[in-house]
């Protein structure tokens, strides 16, 4: 056998060989480090684009806020001088009543203008000696003095007087002239700094990642964060002009004080009007870190590659950019995470597979689900009203903006103001869908609790105005009655002219015990509260009552769940609760039951009658607690108004829940001041 001929490789093809392939696993490497810069960055550009579109929802939700805040001021000042306007009309206002006017409603100031024009009437300051006929006309109050209007509005503006702003509205006066109310606005003001989108600039600026966060218009800044002193133009910069024009979003690498920052900005909107451009700048300390360690370690693996082998390092390429595209994305996430985790508003993202991939702690809170169970899960696996326009925007593709929906989540009414946004790749594919929900239950109830009592406030004003005119001579009337009867006799017809006498003093005794409840409701006696058992209460309540459900057949049942002591006007309250059982009872049929009962929920104790009659038709059910509003033929309307006097007096509230031919139920709320069973009785 002839030996095997060696193989020998000449040293100048091991070289090239050696090149060839650390050239090519250098190539390789080089690709795999421009691809995870360029991960990173689209990591960055998603994490951010979550935080602004939970930023805009936000500020969005601000800006509708304030809105509504300032239209119940207009709409309150104007409801005041129309019936300022009424009761001069009838009784005449003199500086006496202005400045006791004022006093009651918290205005700045109520001023009677005459025909002219001049101040002849103003609350709070005496007017000059002579008054000087030759003053002109406010321009803002012209439209009331030619006949182009019945009320005007200036609102905000400096106080004619220099000492405070004010938001002013004015109405014709029938007796010629005009009548001015104006309100002290520091209260409103501090409610915008409160409510306003600043808040969301300054809270999310100020968070560890973030460089900046700016509201820019054409004009220049609307609001920042507190580093920021000066900014690029949106007319100066071709990037942001191009997103402000196109109403669109994007993201860039961008210098702010000398420095890099990965911005993202896009348009802002509210109810379909562009206020201007939201920018957000993000650090990229940690990702000039990263790229920094993988440069180094880049050309670590190549002087490695030269004298420890090409298919060894390789690997070690390989899996240094794995490492390093995952704690870029730890890193990144953190910092996001933390933002998104503290915001007040729910944020639930899921990907283009429908699953769920961010749940803050405000989800948690409002849909009463666990971050840990729901994390990884399907978005259409849950049921709820609230998800549905997720599952929407996932599907088409279209965003939604500021939708309010009703959502019961553990038993619970919840109003929620939903927003909804996509991320799509460069290929235009849906990456993710966020949606951004707002807990506003407690608003809508807070605005109309405060609509309902000013209106009650006007209206009992109004009344107890009213009710002084018409005693005087209601009570002349009752005199002249009891003259007729007592000291003229006729000479034929005598029965008759005793009947009719006597029912003429009946029916002014009448008239005087309702304009006696006119002048209670208008200015209730102040309470005389001390700690009280709610046992002591339900108790003389049942005594009371109980003989009247059994005379209509109507089952009366009290239960009391928990032993509770309440600051309380005990006469006042048990007044409310009998005038909300007997509407109870009048609803109620033969064999109908009535409950009362009392527990225990979270801080505060609630009171709930219930009946099992008629019922409230929809179409009245908002209107019971007005003042005058009744459906009873006996009725002056004022008793249902009371108890909401009576329980706001007690700082609780009161709301209604029927249904026709199923009955209706009283729910009192009201502040727990203790429990045990020791109390006054």
């Known amino acids: 056998m002839s030996p095997r001929k060696k193989i020998s490789i000449q040293p100048v093809t091991l070289f ?3 090149l060839i392939l650390l050239t090519m696993f250098s190539v390789f490497a080089l690709i795999e480090f421009f691809q995870s810069k360029h991960e990173i960055l689209s ?3 998603d994490e951010g684009l979550v935080l602004l579109d939970a930023l805009m929802a936000g500020a969005e ?3 509708l806020a304030y809105e509504a805040l300032e239209s119940q001021m207009q709409n309150r000042l104007m409801d005041h001088a129309y019936a300022f ?6 009784t005449y206002l003199n500086p006496e009543k202005i400045n006791a006017l004022a006093t009651t409603f918290n205005l700045f100031r109520i001023e009677i203008l005459n025909t002219r024009g001049v101040s002849i009437f103003r609350s709070g300051a005496d007017l000059p000696a002579k008054i000087d006929d030759t003053q002109l006309i406010p321009k803002w109050l012209a439209p009331l003095f030619h006949g182009n209007g019945d009320s005007v509005l200036t609102g905000f503006g400096e106080g004619k007087y220099g000492r405070n702003s004010r938001y002013a509205v004015a109405v014709r006066r029938r007796r010629g002239g005009a009548i001015v109310v104006d309100a002290d606005v520091m209260v409103l003001l501090e409610m915008r700094r409160e409510v306003g989108p600043g808040r969301f600039v300054q809270e999310i600026g100020s968070r560890s990642g973030v460089v900046y966060v700016v509201l820019q218009d054409t004009l220049g800044i ?8 000066q900014i690029s133009s949106i007319l100066k910069d071709p ?4 997103i402000f024009q196109e109403h669109g979003q994007a993201s860039r690498i961008a210098s702010f004080n000398h420095q890099e920052v990965f911005e993202i900005a896009a348009s802002f909107h509210v109810e379909d009007q562009q206020i201007g451009l939201f920018r957000i700048g993000l650090t990229m300390n940690a990702y000039r870190s990263l790229m920094k360690s993988a440069r180094i370690r880049l050309l670590f693996i190549g002087i490695s590659l030269l004298f420890l082998g090409i298919v ?3 690997l070690v390429v390989v899996t240094q950019n794995v490492r390093l595209l995952s704690e870029s994305y730890k890193q990144i996430q953190t910092h996001t995470g933390e933002i998104l985790q503290n915001l007040e508003d729910a944020v639930v993202a899921v990907d283009g597979a429908g699953i769920i991939t961010v749940f803050n702690s405000a989800a948690e809170s409002i849909y009463q689900l666990r971050r840990d169970t729901v994390i990884g899960t399907r978005i259409s696996e849950y049921s709820l009203s609230c998800f549905e326009l997720l599952k929407e925007t996932l599907t088409t593709g279209e965003q939604i903006k500021a939708q309010e929906n009703q959502c019961e989540i553990q038993n619970q009414q919840l109003i929620l103001r939903l927003s909804t946004s996509v991320i799509r790749n460069s290929s235009k594919i849906i990456d993710a869908a966020i949606l951004v929900a707002s807990d506003i239950t407690e608003q809508r109830q807070l605005e109309k609790q405060l609509q309902r009592q000013e209106k009650l406030q006007a209206m009992g004003a109004l009344a107890s105005g009213v009710a002084h005119e018409v005693r005087n001579p209601i009570n002349a009337i009752g005199m002249i009655a009891q003259r007729f009867q007592k000291e003229f006799q006729p000479k034929k017809d005598l029965k008759e002219y005793q009947k009719l006498t006597r029912a003429m003093r009946e029916e002014v005794g009448r008239i005087n015990g309702i304009i006696q409840q006119f002048l209670e409701f208008a200015k209730p006696p102040a309470l005389q509260c001390r700690i009280l058992s709610i046992e002591k209460l339900f108790d003389d309540v049942h005594a009371v009552f109980n003989s009247s459900a059994t005379s209509k057949k109507v089952i009366f049942e009290v239960k009391v769940n928990d032993q509770v002591v309440l600051d309380m006007d005990f006469d006042q309250m048990k007044q409310a609760l009998l005038n909300l059982l007997n509407n109870g009872l009048d609803a109620c049929r033969p064999g109908d039951r009535l409950n009362m009962s009392g527990y225990l929920e979270n801080q505060s104790y609630i009171i709930e009658i219930k009946d099992t009659g008629r019922g409230i038709p929809e179409s009245e059910l908002g209107r019971i607690f007005d003042l005058y509003y009744t459906t009873k033929a006996e009725g002056t309307g ?4 009371m108890v909401v006097q009576i329980i706001q007096g007690h700082g609780g509230t009161i709301e209604v829940h029927s249904e026709l031919n199923h009955g209706s139920c009283f729910k009192i709320r009201l502040p727990c001041q203790s429990q045990g069973k020791s109390a006054k009785n």
């Open 43 to 45: 990591i960055m550009e």
């Open 16 to 18: 090239v060989v050696t």
């Open 85 to 90: 306007e009424t009761f001069d009309y009838h």
């Open 222 to 229: 609307q609001m920042a964060s507190r580093s920021v002193q």
């Open 239 to 242: 990037f942001l002009l191009r």
């Open 638 to 641: 004022i008793g249902l108004p």
């Open 61 to 63: 939700r601000s800006v």
């Open 312 to 314: 060894g390092f390789a």
